[in-house]
């Protein structure tokens, strides 16, 4: 892979330089995404900008960001050639920052579970995950060094563990969804992936224009960690398990206070509304597509929709304030430890191409808002990648990722 | 004025035909818009639906809501001519309820202050009020029954109030904005005018589908009623503080109990927060426009977006958490009173079409999320309409429009 701050180190060092490194990331898309299948489109005229803290650094947006100078489909026929007027927000940013959009990254259709083509890097027998399958497929792969994704339900989290990558999915509304397709406006929050956590960190302060985020160049303390097992959300994979009792050990050898820490109640039935609470506002977000092009519409999202349709209001009352309540609940679990501990996903990447797994251990974060970090090092037995994540309390951005890099490193120095 | 609820009854009652109804807004808009300037687009051929509750009905959407059949412009040259791929979800949802979109209505140019050409209704030598000044006037000067605006300040209430018809900016989010063009991703709401009160929840009832909005077939309880003045916003204008007081006491003489309430000092607080908020997040929704188009932005969208780059992010998190807690606190304010009533602009329209007029009585309302509804039906010595505001809990859309029609019937049957 490669590690965005590697990169920009050797440009500040003269080893390389912007132009060169846009160049690096053409020729790999162009050697290997025929058989990973990471890009939906690719520009191939992308240059990089001569200044910027991400100058050089070649960004892939995934397919529901709107570009005013390359298409935005989605994944789906139903937005096939679709060119809109302007950026997204985020796109702004990035190019501000001296990124350059060198392409879109393969979504499931309309962000739902039905699969794309996309191949998991580390195997291609796998799945990459989703929806934001190319962002993580293309910088698992070392195509990238930076992608953009969304996450709903578990979309940016889930893929990461799946390809071995570091992803941040920060508080919600800390980057701007201006121009990003909706699916259900409570939940949809964009993230960034990157090789290691200090590269989404540094990204995610150039973006923001947040230096506080950037833990390059702190020292960072051992933090206080509250391993969370989501009961509310079923049992995981025993590779799952396992990962996330090695992180804990890990972290407790370099010096972290790691202790167990129950949900409240109100969280696991926050865990339960998000069902309701997603699909009562996809119904209303993708209202267009469902009654003009119902059927180009992938048949997991048709099915969805369908059910969709009779969801009641109360329900979707009922939802809402049981998240306000849990919301206010969770700031309490964060007075005694500085971050949860938990699973990424419910274990590695499944085999074929069939599914994009679940998004079980991811949900209830996305409905709290609450900023996630998957964190990278680990394996399966069967040398698959899997990640565990780190949670923070609401604006906890820069605690969430310092605590994901002090987990990143105790991994990185087992025995 | 054309209430979309007699409408409705004459067809019902056979003394007229959706077809009629549509053929009879055609003209109305042939005949007078010229001089009113109310639409940015009619769309000619726009047909009747022959079933659902808003049957016969045509409707003017703010064009800052996309329309896959028909321009989408924005009061701007950066979108001139655009046309984007999808319908907002609030045009599904109308549709699905068998409204017809009969065209576009003047906005200012991407909602800001930079005033449009449409004239006031009541006399054209004064403003409709913004930014929704097309859905104000096109409803206010008997072209339609029906119109969407949006409200980032007091876009809704203010050019209701100034236009003398009814409207409704209900609960933060009840309306969904996927597919309306965003200002501040926080403030951003969409809201209803009609000729009365009854006329806008009905509408919401049936876009919704939440039958208990509907207030044409209850008895309207006596409501509590708090009086604030909002003296954190400043003083009204004279025509203003009149039209509060003969409110309030034709409400009392209807039997409603009336005291005055005083805002928390949180509230306060949260009416200084507005301005950050909204132009951090402005300067992050229309990043595009700004880095592609600055010389062709409004010159007072022009300067808010260049003041509003150098804002601090800390500056926008105080606002938000400001508002966090001032939203907490107002749930207090109303445990003793069912709404408040206060003003809905600080006065009657302007004259001339330099300003749009201010929203310093509408912002607060605006940041808490809770449903607003003008109330139509005084006027100021010089004959120009002036409503008055009345403000129910988050979630209290119901009551909201179930005391405001309790007022208008007041307001009516004054000696």
Redesign the interface.
Same mark, same amino acid.
């Given at each position: 892979m490669l590690s965005l701050l590697d990169l920009l180190r050797g440009i500040e060092a003269g080893e390389t330089t912007p132009e060169a490194a846009l160049r690096q990331a053409h020729q790999a898309i162009a050697a290997r995404d025929d058989e990973l299948q990471a890009f939906a489109y690719v520009d191939g005229s992308a240059q990089a900008a001569a200044s910027g803290p991400l100058r050089g650094v070649a960004v892939g947006l995934k397919d529901i960001i709107d570009t &005013?100078d390359m298409p935005t489909q989605m994944g789906t026929p139903i937005?096939a050639g679709?060119r809109p007027?302007? #950026?997204?927000?985020i796109? *702004?940013?990035l190019?501000?920052a001296g990124a350059t959009v060198i392409g879109k990254t393969a979504t499931t259709p309309l962000v739902y579970l039905d699969p794309t083509v996309t191949r998991n890097p580390r195997n291609p027998a796998h799945t990459p995950g989703g929806s934001s399958s190319g962002s993580a497929a293309a910088v698992g792969a070392g195509l990238i060094p930076l992608a953009v994704g969304t996450q709903t339900g578990g979309s940016v989290i889930r893929p990461a563990s799946f390809c071995g990558v570091a992803a941040v999915k920060p508080s919600f509304?800390l980057l %701007?969804?201006? /121009?990003v397709k %909706?699916f259900a406006?409570?939940l949809d929050t964009l993230g960034l992936f990157a090789a290691t956590v200090a590269d989404v960190a540094y990204a995610l302060a150039a973006v923001? /224009?947040?230096e506080a985020l950037r833990i390059d160049r702190r020292t960072i303390a051992a933090p206080r960690i509250g391993v969370m097992t989501q009961d509310f959300a079923g049992e995981p994979d025993p590779d799952g398990a396992t990962a996330l009792e090695a992180a804990a050990r890990a972290a407790e050898r370099a010096g972290a206070v790691v202790r167990p820490v129950r949900p409240s109640p109100t969280l696991a039935e926050a865990f339960h509304a998000h069902g309701p609470l997603q699909n009562y506002?996809a119904r209303? $977000?993708l &209202?267009?597509?469902? #009654? *003009?092009h119902r059927a180009l519409l992938g048949p997991l999202l048709r099915q969805l929709l369908d059910e969709a349709q009779t969801i009641p $209001?109360e329900a979707y #009352?009922d939802a809402r304030s049981v998240a306000h309540r849990a919301r206010l609940a969770l700031k309490e679990t964060f007075r005694d430890v500085d971050v949860l501990l938990t699973y990424a996903a419910s274990g590695a990447a499944p085999e074929g191409l069939g599914s994009t797994g679940d998004s079980r251990f991811n949900r209830v974060w996305t409905l709290m808002g609450t900023p996630c970090v998957n964190v990278p090092g680990l394996e399966t037995e069967r040398g698959l990648p899997i990640g565990v994540q780190i949670v923070a309390t609401f /604006?906890g951005d820069s605690q969430a990722l310092a605590a994901a890099a002090f987990v990143e490193d105790a991994l990185r120095r087992r025995p």
């Open positions: &005013a937005y679709w007027r302007a #950026d997204a927000a796109v *702004s940013l190019r501000r509304r %701007p969804t201006v /121009g %909706p406006w409570t923001t /224009g947040r506002e209303q $977000a &209202a267009w597509e469902y #009654d *003009s $209001a #009352d /604006g």
